[in-house]
């Protein structure tokens, strides 16, 4: 998938981009079924919200194949390989 120059400027314009199908529902269940556990299993200390919204919420699962996944082996590899 190549992305479109307009989807090129909407990201560098918005930081984020919205592309759908390009990850599978299964994997998006995963990554949600992991950050879930993780929120309800250690919880979050308020005092730590604001370095928690600057970094990550779920440290503990960052490099989880869960998480990871989402970008390594989706589609999404592909438009950024094209993009660049």
């Known amino acids: 998938m190549q992305l479109t120059n307009q989807q090129k400027l909407d990201f560098y314009e918005n930081g984020y981009l919205k592309i759908p199908g390009v ?47 989402l970008a390594n082996k989706s589609a999404v590899s592909r438009c950024w390989v094209k993009a660049t």
Request: glycine share 4%.
């Open 23 to 69: 990850v599978s529902p299964l994997m998006i269940n995963a990554a949600l079924h992991a950050i879930n556990y993780s929120l309800g299993e250690e919880g979050m200390n308020k005092d730590d919200l604001p370095t928690l919204r600057a970094q990550s919420y779920c440290k503990e699962i960052r490099k989880s194949p869960a998480v990871t996944d």
